[in-house]
């Protein structure tokens, strides 16, 4: 027997209130014996053992009584007794990923999930605890009202999600109700991308049921991705799309809002989409919203994906010849495509880009390291003229492979134009970069390190400055060979040391770190969010959403879900027949003593409300209760 409310069972102590009284009335008293009361004495011989017989029940149902109250308040829970289902900790995973919003029958998916949640909350008492969590891990909790009025307002997300957290916390969720039995309830559209996960979770003794409701489409549109190439438009250049269809699939291309290309994509399965690039020149002045649509199909959340562009004139530069001539070779190629403009030295425009060993250098600048390591004194005393808070270290000559770092854990962004440059460049020749901010230095001008190389910084950034820790020279670094190189360049002089400000793509639900500056976010709508920290939660809808200094937009982040969700060939027939593959694709996500699926809505609610242990006993109590109370009173008004 497990109790909710184990404190009420002090009261029982009130059972001793009728037993005292009990025992002080049968206290004997100095006896007198009177002639004319003989005649009674007989009368109470004769009728004394009724007498006794009747106190003694009194005080059994008064006892009663008092312990079945008690134990009422306490709200115990005993198997196979009692009324109803016994109470129960039930956390709802509902799955609102992407591919829950595919039409199905004249219906969405995410609609049949949302009414058999709806349901099964329908079904709980007010001694049951109760709550949604989304496939994003946002957590639904309170009342019965409050967990309607949440389900009622969502929606599907613009991506995949994590089901896998959003099941870890929904078991801690279901355990944190204890004593009542707990139980999670996941109820999904059986895509199997959602099911995917780095790690499976451990649900223990916590069962764990499974309802999907499978869509037998196989035939699905979607446009897998939209990038401008490059990010600044001076003020042209290129969008690139990737489309999936099954047949020929129309496609437009927009710049906040208007059509400026069209075209047809031909017939292209998911692994081998069709790949397109389109050139393009804008009007337009400052950050672009950009998408490409195709025509609606059962699936309409992939059948847009957004971008962004910034159309400005082209970063100015000045190029020094201690940067050595293939920086300077890399550079000319960019004003030559007119991506970067030559500027005069000295202007607050132009970006000085010149070995770190140079005299008279003013900011901005990008340097490397000098090419003769005899001037590394000259070099560190001009990053200190500078006020750049970095010095080259001594001189290393083994060869290491460069890293770009990664916040908290999380895999490199191997399409970021740092990861691409650097993440795994050979280096031969190299001076560790050591950090020395000085006494005025603080927390927020602390600098960003773009690339590591033996574990030490190697290139770095700040306020006005990036610094390269080895000469661009190969002889010292594979880096001036690498393709990826030039766009590198042209992203570090235009963002890290211009002002086209950070351009993020990421999936709704991410965490985005590292946006100092960053007062508001701007939504599709035009209204803006609040930001007063450096990190961000990403939206849960697909969109372009600018960043804000005050009234400024400095920068983009594009939010669309993930290429995987348009699979939807595998979403499961949610037919009994189908409960092998179910539990195959439950196994990838969760594993436990009680993990099951469940192939219809009714059999799942039923599972759901079986693995209660045992019954509330709160009526049968107090009706037992009532009747010793009753019991009592007739045979005392006898």
Do not use: C
Request: glycine share 10%; aromatic share 4%; net charge positive.
């Amino acid at each position: 027997m497990a109790f909710l409310a184990p404190a009420f069972l002090a009261l029982a102590a009130l059972a001793g209130v009728p037993l005292l009284v009990h025992l002080l009335r049968r206290r004997v008293a100095r006896t007198i014996d009177f002639p004319a009361v003989r005649y009674l004495e007989r009368m109470e011989q004769e009728h004394s053992k009724d007498l006794k017989l009747r106190n003694r029940l009194l005080l059994l149902l008064r006892l009663l009584a008092v312990i079945a109250l008690a134990l009422a308040a306490a709200r115990p829970i005993m198997r196979l007794i009692g009324v109803g289902h016994a109470p129960i900790a039930v956390a709802v995973v509902l799955d609102n990923s992407l591919s829950s919003g595919v039409v199905q029958d004249g219906r969405v998916v995410f609609d049949s999930l949302r009414a058999d949640t709806r349901r099964l909350l329908g079904e709980l008492t007010s001694d049951d605890r109760a709550w949604i969590v989304t496939a994003d891990g946002r957590v639904i909790g309170g009342t019965p009202a409050t967990l309607e009025a949440g389900l009622t307002a969502l929606t599907p997300l613009g991506g995949r999600g994590d089901l896998a957290i959003a099941t870890q916390r929904a078991i801690g969720l279901a355990r944190s109700g204890a004593p009542r039995t707990p139980v999670v309830a996941i109820v999904s559209d059986g895509q199997q991308s959602t099911f995917r996960s780095d790690s499976v979770v451990k649900a223990g003794d916590v069962p764990v049921l499974l309802l999907r409701h499978g869509a037998s489409l196989t035939r699905n549109r979607a446009v897998l991705q939209a990038s401008a190439d490059p990010v600044r438009w001076t003020p042209g250049g290129a969008v690139t799309l990737a489309v999936t269809s099954p047949d020929s699939a129309a496609w437009r291309l927009a710049l906040d809002g208007r059509t400026v290309a069209r075209g047809t994509a031909a017939p292209a399965t998911l692994d081998a989409p069709t790949r397109i690039t389109q050139k393009l020149a804008s009007t337009a002045s400052g950050w672009v919203r950009g998408s490409v649509e195709l025509d609606a199909d059962a699936l309409r959340a992939d059948d847009t994906r957004w971008f962004a562009v910034r159309v400005a004139p082209p970063p100015m530069v000045s190029v020094r010849p201690e940067g050595g001539p293939f920086l300077g070779a890399a550079l000319a190629t960019l004003v030559d495509e007119q991506r970067l403009a030559r500027g005069r030295e000295g202007d607050p425009r132009a970006v000085t880009v010149a070995g770190a060993d140079a005299p008279a250098l003013k900011g901005p600048v990008l340097l490397t390291a000098p090419r003769d390591p005899l001037r590394v004194g000259d070099a560190n005393r001009q990053l200190e003229r500078l006020g750049i808070p970095w010095r080259f270290g001594a001189i290393a000559r083994a060869q290491v492979l460069a890293r770009v770092p990664t916040v908290r854990g999380a895999s490199v962004d191997t399409t970021s134009p740092s990861a691409r440059a650097f993440d795994g460049t050979p280096v031969r020749l190299r001076y560790p970069l050591l950090y020395s901010p000085g006494a005025g230095a603080t927390p927020a001008s602390a600098p960003d390190t773009i690339a590591t190389a033996g574990g030490a910084p190697w290139v770095v950034a700040g306020d006005g400055y990036v610094l390269i820790g080895s000469p661009i020279d190969p002889d010292a670094t594979d880096l001036p060979l690498d393709a990826a190189f030039v766009p590198w360049l042209q992203e570090a002089l235009a963002r890290r040391l211009g002002d086209d400000g950070r351009y993020i793509e990421s999936v709704p639900g991410q965490t985005i770190d590292g946006l100092r500056g960053v007062t508001g976010l701007e939504r599709p709508d035009g209204t803006v969010l609040p930001v007063s920290t450096d990190r961000l939660t990403v939206p849960g809808q697909a969109g372009v959403y600018f960043l804000r200094r005050q009234t400024a937009r400095v920068g983009a982040l594009v939010v669309n879900g993930e290429p995987s969700e348009s699979d939807v060939v595998g979403l499961g027939t949610g037919t009994a027949a189908d409960s092998a593959a179910g539990n195959a694709l439950l196994a990838r996500l969760v594993t436990g003593k009680d993990v099951n699926v469940e192939p219809t809505p009714s059999a799942w609610q039923q599972a759901v409300f079986s693995r209660a242990a045992g019954q509330a006993l709160l009526l049968p109590l107090v009706a037992l209760a009532l009747a010793a109370l009753l019991a009592e009173a007739w045979i005392s008004g006898r």
